[in-house]
């Protein structure tokens, strides 16, 4: 990892030894809930001056546009994907195809459509009434790298991954880690827990990490407040061991050699 300043970092993958907080937003007042981060986020940005890093791991407006009366989502008329809102139009990342943003509903032709899910634009957009003084850039999807400049205020996906290039973060803020532990998929957890700590290894070793969720029990939040990833696997074992389900080194092995676990 090479910084602006030419200096180069070769532990790309370290644990940072700062604090990591856990932010119940279910304790939070209800005044302040709505909001975006939580009172101790906001003080710890304003009082860094070098740059923040806000992982949201959304492309986009939001996730979908949906009824509230029926249920219907607009989704792609290729895959069935549900459509992405960005530049208040729809996409669908799979096809590469783009539509007019739904004037009503397509089943019952209801007008009050809603958005669902916090993609990293809206994010930025709420972000910069926050912190007007501060520049932003936003990090998603595909497309050309851009120079980030010390003291501004990241708002990011995966792609951040791919930057060359990147300012010193002084601190890691993880706006809401529920929307990624809610995806379907059998090894989600694990899967969660390592992209979180690439994320936390590209702050410094003193860099501050706040993580907002409505669970601080969840198997993965406490296994990165105590950088202990044995106790999501631990937890992850005894799940799939009641639910009579592989660990994933046995699907591993069994789909090299071509076989089903009964067989063995």
Request: aromatic share 8%; with cysteine.
């Amino acid at each position: 990892r090479t910084f602006l300043d030419g200096s180069v970092e070769k532990k790309i993958f370290s644990h940072s030894p700062a604090q990591r907080s856990i932010i119940d937003r279910l304790l939070e007042p209800r005044s302040g809930y709505n909001d975006i981060l939580a009172s101790q986020v906001v003080d710890a940005v304003k009082s860094k001056q070098g740059s923040v890093l806000f992982f949201v791991n959304r492309r986009g407006t939001a996730r979908s546009v949906f009824c509230g009366d029926c249920g219907w989502t607009a989704t792609c008329s290729s895959c069935s994907l549900a459509l992405t809102v960005a530049d208040d139009r729809l996409h669908c990342y799979r096809c590469a195809v783009e539509h007019d943003l739904p004037q009503q509903c397509g089943r019952c032709q209801n007008v009050q459509l809603k958005m669902r899910g916090m993609g990293v634009q809206w994010f930025a957009d709420a972000l910069q009434k926050l912190f007007p003084e501060r520049p932003i850039d936003v990090l998603e999807g595909a497309g050309s790298s851009k120079t980030l400049h010390d003291g501004t205020l990241i708002v990011a996906t995966e792609k951040v991954f791919t930057l060359p290039l990147l300012p010193r973060i002084g601190l890691v803020v993880f706006p809401d880690i529920d929307v990624l532990l809610r995806y379907p998929g059998y090894a989600t957890y694990e899967f969660v827990y390592c992209l979180c700590e690439r994320v936390c290894a590209l702050g410094e070793r003193n860099t501050g990490v706040f993580i907002q969720t409505r669970d601080p029990e969840h198997p993965v939040n406490r296994a990165l407040r105590e950088r202990l990833p044995k106790l999501l696997y631990s937890e992850e074992q005894q799940t799939r061991s009641i639910l009579k389900l592989p660990p994933a080194v046995d699907i591993f092995t069994l789909t090299g050699k071509g076989k089903d676990r009964a067989s063995l």
